[in-house]
T-cell receptor, first 112, second 115 residues
Framework: GDSVTQMEGPVTLSEEAFLTINCTYT??????LFWYVQYPGEGLQLLLKATKADDKGSNKGFEATYRKETTSFHLEKGSVQVSDSAVYFC???????????FGQGTILTVHP | DAMVIQNPRYQVTQFGKPVTLSCSQTLNHNVMYWYQQKSSQAPKLLFH???????NEADTPDNFQSRRPNTSFCFLDIRSPGLGDAAMYLC??????????????FGPGTRLTVL
């Protein structure tokens, strides 16, 4: 079945550092890929998405490129801020209707 | 702004006392979902409605039920909450159509405490 694996966390960075959170997936067919962010005590917010190979999703300085050859969708940001501290979930939507398959989540903490 | 709204944001109930959580949407989306998210875990899909068609996940306990009286509203009923049902409950919606490109939008969640 479909699965998503995220790099183990938590990740702790200083403000303005470069961020990478790795995400790899296993799926049949051509899934869509998503990054969601969850701030403490809140629901999930869609951060960015990509629906086909080589697509690059971007939002608020975050980027991720859908790499079919390496089955990856790594999240990057050039300069993180304290306000980026949150839990980040990589997810895929396959051809089976209804379910988003999530990774285990990565806790990001950014210090001033 | 179009959005997904969940009420209440925090709900406290007693062991075994039925509880209902509410979700509404102004996006006019065809599909509504309920997820359970326990502490430090990824969300787990309980069920979803595509219009009026109900789709239950195979491992969703019978204790969890759902109703969708119209396009805008969807309810989660927990008939006899146990301590293990304490969690954040997330409602999401999507337009429907082609599954691989359909995007889900989440509400802020209801945190359920069972005493």
């Amino acid at each position: 079945g479909d699965s998503v694996t995220q790099m183990e966390g938590p990740v702790t960075l200083s403000e303005e550092a470069f961020l990478t959170i790795n995400c790899t997936y296993t799926a049949t067919g051509y899934p869509s890929l998503f990054w969601y962010v969850q701030y403490p005590g809140e629901g999930l917010q869609l951060l960015l998405k990509a629906t086909k190979a080589d697509d690059k999703g971007s939002n608020k300085g975050f980027e991720a490129t859908y790499r079919k050859e390496t089955t990856s969708f790594h999240l990057e940001k050039g300069s993180v801020q304290v306000s980026d501290s949150a839990v980040y979930f990589c997810a895929l939507r396959g051809t089976s209707y209804g379910k988003l398959t999530f990774g285990q989540g990565t806790i990001l903490t950014v210090h001033p | 702004d179009a959005m997904v709204i969940q009420n209440p944001r925090y709900q406290v109930t007693q062991f075994g006392k039925p509880v209902t959580l509410s979700c509404s949407q102004t996006l006019n989306h065809n599909v509504m979902y309920w997820y359970q998210q326990k502490s430090s875990q990824a969300p787990k899909l309980l069920f979803h409605y595509y219009d009026k068609d109900f789709n239950n996940e195979a491992d969703t306990p019978d204790n969890f039920q759902s109703r969708r009286p119209n396009t805008s509203f969807c309810f989660l009923d927990i008939r006899s909450p146990g301590l293990g049902d304490a969690a954040m409950y997330l409602c999401a919606t999507s337009r429907g159509g082609t599954p691989s490109t359909d995007t889900q939008y989440f509400g802020p969640g209801t945190r359920l405490t069972v005493l």
